[in-house]
């Protein structure tokens, strides 16, 4: 398996763009998660599915910030409009259920201008 | 509060042991210990993780102290590669599981 692939891998926009941050998890594995990671808040978790359902979202910054999980083997996360702090890493996991270890992708770098 | 205390660096040298302490003396009687790490540029990667007693598997060893308030990842040989950010995660009480890292500890392994 080529494990959680997420794209692209860099990103530079302009404030008030829409951005959308792909994620495709492992095949088979039922939880996925989002997670944002700067210096100054470290990694953080956005939002986490379980069987394509939203379970916690209370990470989510702010209605600017929205997360879908179409089917198994795809999330998006968009925001709308970016903003400047918005810049950050931006990590997909999933894992095979909520009780096992879970599998990061290679991160999507984000800057907003 | 789910948070774990360790130290923000530790230096090692190649080819000796490395013990990476972490303290989590809320800890409840049903929460996990894991231990993951991020290298640089990197997403975070599972290490291992354990519940009372203590754990192996080919990348380390966790060492779970009986009250279960303390526990440390030992690599047993560092190596270069082995230079990361290691974080201990004391999981949230609940049905996620969900993961919340802290600071964790920035391991510089000297040549």
């Known amino acids: 398996d080529a494990g959680v692939i997420q794209s692209p891998r860099h990103e530079v926009t302009e404030m008030g763009q829409e951005v959308t941050l792909r994620c495709k998890p492992i095949?088979?594995?039922?939880?996925l998660f989002w997670y944002r990671q700067t210096m100054m808040r470290g990694l953080e978790l956005l939002i986490y599915?379980?069987?394509?359902?939203?379970?916690?979202d209370s990470g989510m910054p702010e209605d600017r910030f929205s997360a879908k999980m179409p089917n198994a083997s795809f999330s998006t996360l968009k925001i709308q409009p970016s903003e400047p702090r918005d810049s950050a890493v931006y990590f997909c996991?999933?894992?095979?259920?909520?009780?096992?270890?879970?599998?990061f992708g290679q991160g999507t770098r984000l800057t907003v201008v | 509060d789910a948070k774990t205390t360790q130290p923000n660096s530790m230096e090692s040298n190649e080819e000796e042991p490395v013990h990476l302490p972490c303290n989590h003396s809320?800890?409840?009687?049903?929460?996990?210990i894991h231990w993951y790490r991020q290298l640089p540029s990197q997403g975070p990667e599972y290490v291992i993780h354990?519940?009372?007693s203590n754990v192996n598997n080919r990348m380390a060893s966790l060492a779970i102290a009986e009250d279960r308030k303390s526990s440390t990842l030992i690599l047993h040989r560092a190596t270069l590669r082995d230079a990361a950010v290691y974080y201990c995660?004391?999981?949230?009480?609940?049905?996620?599981?969900?993961?919340?890292f802290g600071s964790g500890t920035q391991l510089t392994v000297l040549p």
């Open positions: 996991a999933s894992s095979l259920n909520r009780n096992t270890e879970a599998f």
């Open positions: 095949s088979g594995h039922n939880s």
């Open positions: 599915f379980n069987n394509n359902v939203p379970i916690d």
């Open positions: 809320t800890i409840s009687g049903t929460d996990y």
């Open positions: 354990g519940l009372t």
């Open positions: 995660i004391r999981t949230l009480p609940g049905s996620a599981r969900q993961l919340t």
